[in-house]
């Protein structure tokens, strides 16, 4: 029987990819309908979003599977969410919901991972 933590890591990694999923297509969308400036620039912005997106699947996947590369992977994301959260809390446009929608998940997802007995076990090969 798996454990809370488990289940709960899971869940918060599908939401995080399919959210990562959805803006890489509307940037793709806004890309095609909105003029732009840098058209390379565009192109290149939304190549890297689809790219991370995919990666975050493939990470998702490997969690699933107990591939023990997904830690790593894991790990690396979830700092980057967090960074992401600290940025949008600072400066004169600070949004403090975006930074705490991003950051206290990917908190939550940081310590289990490195903290939790269940997702070390399925991780461990």
Known sequence: MRKFSVYAVAIILWVQAAALLAISGWLVWASIVTPSAFLA?????DGLV????????????????GHSFARGAILVWQMLF?????????????????????GAPAAFVAVMVLFSPAIAAKLAR
Request: hydrophobic share 65%.
């Open 41 to 45: 620039a565009s192109i290149f912005l």
């Open 50 to 65: 689809i790219a991370f997106a995919i990666a975050a699947l493939f990470t998702v996947r490997g969690f699933h599977r």
């Open 82 to 102: 967090i960074g992401v959260g600290i940025a949008s809390a600072q400066g004169v446009d600070a949004r403090l919901d975006i930074a705490i929608a991003l």
